[in-house]
């Protein structure tokens, strides 16, 4: 089982600032498989970048996913006040089984 | 407006079954394979059950395997979580998940309240 690693666990930024999130893979991970999310308090998970880099339906170019192999990044160029959320990485692998990262908290400082 | 709501949630006692639904609209239901995913307190997300747009295939999560059956009635439009011999460690919320291209999970319900306790 591929386990997912995000770091760092809380990250602290003031709005207009770039933020940058990381997920590593234990195993490697077909790119087209690799997916993020972002969770706002009380609400529903919210599906932002599908195979490692391309946005999903109605996110902000502000939104950008990268990497390959074991190591993938959500970059968010310029904090908005509805950014400040909670982040999860996921991957889908051998037997149809689907694996989150542990999240990463991305507070207002 | 693709729609899932679950429902079926509630307090149970160790041990004992609950059984989950959930009622979706908006989209072509058996175009899609769909997903249970829960999130206990203050945690983070764990997949746990999965389905094929027709209900040949179906995967669980170790940690549910044996205990848990995911189904789905696409006349009904709808999924089920059948969840037995539940422990402490099920209490979470439980959401209904629709599988979209390059297996993501494109919309989610509310989510329904399990909690395990005596």
């Known amino acids: 089982e591929i386990v997912l690693t995000q770091s760092p666990g809380t990250l602290s930024l003031s709005p207009g600032e770039r933020a940058t999130l990381s997920c590593r893979a234990s195993q490697n991970v077909n790119s087209n498989y690799f997916t993020w999310y972002q969770q706002r308090p009380g609400q529903s998970p919210r599906l932002l970048i599908y195979a490692a880099s391309k946005r999903a339906t109605g996110i902000p170019d502000r939104f950008s996913g990268g990497g390959s192999g074991t190591d993938f990044t959500l970059a968010i160029s310029r904090l908005e006040p509805e950014d400040f959320a909670v982040y999860y990485c996921q991957q889908y692998g051998s037997s149809a089984m689907f694996t989150f990262g542990q999240g990463t908290k991305l507070e207002i400082k | 407006e693709v729609q899932l709501v679950e429902s079926g949630g509630g307090v149970v006692r160790p041990g004992g079954s609950l059984r989950l639904s959930c009622s979706a609209s908006?989209?072509?239901?058996?175009?899609?394979?769909l997903s249970w995913v829960r999130q206990a307190p203050g945690k983070g997300l764990e997949w746990v059950s999965r389905i094929t747009w027709n209900g040949g295939v179906t995967n669980h999560a170790d940690s549910v395997n044996g205990r848990f059956t995911i189904s789905r009635d696409n006349a009904k439009k709808s999924l089920y979580l059948q969840m037995n011999s539940l422990r402490a460690e099920d209490t979470a919320l439980y959401y209904c998940?629709?599988?979209?291209?390059?297996?993501?999970?494109?919309?989610w319900g509310q989510g329904t309240q399990v909690t395990v306790s005596s």
């Open positions: 998940a629709r599988e979209g291209s390059y297996w993501t999970f494109d919309f």
């Open positions: 908006g989209f072509k239901f058996d175009d899609y394979a």
